[in-house]
């Protein structure tokens, strides 16, 4: 009888913590029904983690600051931990990995479930249909209506389908009723047969983990007097995919996401620890040690132009690598007498 009341205590307790986990951020936990622990330990300290907030920053003990923009190529071995595991469709049925998953298998999920907000990278108000190329200015948010998210919300699916789909041609097709034949209904007055209007559809292709390569980032490193440090702050990021059908291809950005929003999803899902498996961190702890590479491609200057307008190949780099210096040199030059 003890036995028994131990067991059934037990089984409760598990199933509790699993339905805590998963309603706090939805991921994979190792805690299964039925009270089975894949593992030693119940894995709750990410899930259950609270955000570290930013320390507040007057603008008064700002001395100096500078705006940069990076990229993070995923194909590089210390990003991987971004980039996999990778996810895929079975039938149309979403299959994610059932320990941990990629940044973009996270922001994707939230994305579809209205916990996001995305930001345009182009003007959608543009009475010509070409649009001003500024998404990393969050002007444009794309949000479903309270309450409701990409299933449930059909003009925030129509919207945001092209950011998270590869869309093909369109066609128009008829409306088919239950067994697959033309739908047909009778006018009200005449009894004649009235075939309904043909709706348009669309092929969409979704966009796998596998087909983002890399991460842009819009930072602000600035020197704070109140602490004494130099400390930088993330406030964008945007995935990018390889577009091939463009001439020559092109790498395309599919929207971005402000970053302090972000940090409230991040910060309750596992990052890949290559070192030791009991110390695997949240991709919020990741970003803020900075444990990834970037380049950067671009700083605030009076042209308002990217490197790669005045600089190529090798030379580009050598100058994203002088940039990068000069943040060095400016933090090395306060302490030294």
């Known amino acids: 009888m003890k036995y ?22 939805g991921g994979p936990v190792n805690v299964q029904p039925g009270g089975v622990v894949d593992g030693v330990y119940i894995q709750e300290h990410i899930p259950t983690k609270k955000m570290i907030p930013y320390e507040h920053v007057r603008e008064a ?13 995923l194909r590089e071995k210390i990003n991987h ?35 996001l907000t995305v930001f345009e990278p182009k003007n959608p108000y543009d009475v010509f249909g070409l649009g001003v190329w500024d ?32 869309l093909g041609e369109g066609r128009y097709e008829s409306v088919k009723n239950s067994i697959g034949e033309d739908s047909v209904t009778y006018d009200p007055f005449t009894g004649e047969e009235v075939s309904p209007a043909p709706i348009f559809v669309q092929d969409k292709s ?42 020559g291809g092109k790498y395309k950005e599919l929207f971005w996401l402000y970053f302090p929003h972000c940090r409230f999803v991040f910060n309750n899902y596992f990052a890949y620890n290559d070192q030791n498996d009991a110390q695997w961190m949240s991709f919020d702890d990741l970003f803020w040690k900075r444990r990834f590479s970037s380049v950067m491609y671009k700083e605030s ?34 302490w030294s007498f």
């Open 135 to 166: 998404g990393d200015q969050f002007k444009y948010p794309l949000v479903p209506q309270p309450g409701l998210n990409y299933y449930s919300d059909n003009n925030y699916r129509s919207s945001i389908d092209g950011y998270l789909n590869v």
């Open 301 to 334: 200057n009076v042209y308002d132009r990217k490197i790669d307008t005045y600089k190529a190949g090798v030379d580009a780099l050598f100058e994203a690598e002088k940039i990068k210096e000069e943040i060095r040199t400016l933090e090395h030059d306060v």
């Open 206 to 247: 979704p966009i796998l983990s596998e087909h983002i390569v890399q991460y842009r980032l819009k930072e602000d490193w600035f020197f704070d007097k109140e602490r004494s440090v130099l400390d930088v702050r993330i406030l964008g990021i945007a995935p990018v995919i390889y577009d091939a059908t463009k001439e």
């Open 4 to 25: 028994f009341l131990i067991l059934a205590v037990s089984i409760s307790f598990f199933g509790n913590v699993n339905a805590q986990l998963e309603e706090i951020n």
């Open 61 to 73: 003990d700002v001395v100096w600051s500078k705006r940069v923009w990076s990229f993070i190529d």
């Open 81 to 115: 931990p971004l980039y996999y595991p990778f996810d895929f469709y079975v039938d149309s049925n979403w299959v994610k990995n059932s320990s941990r998953w990629s940044l973009w298998t996270v922001i994707k999920h939230h994305v579809l479930n209205g916990d």
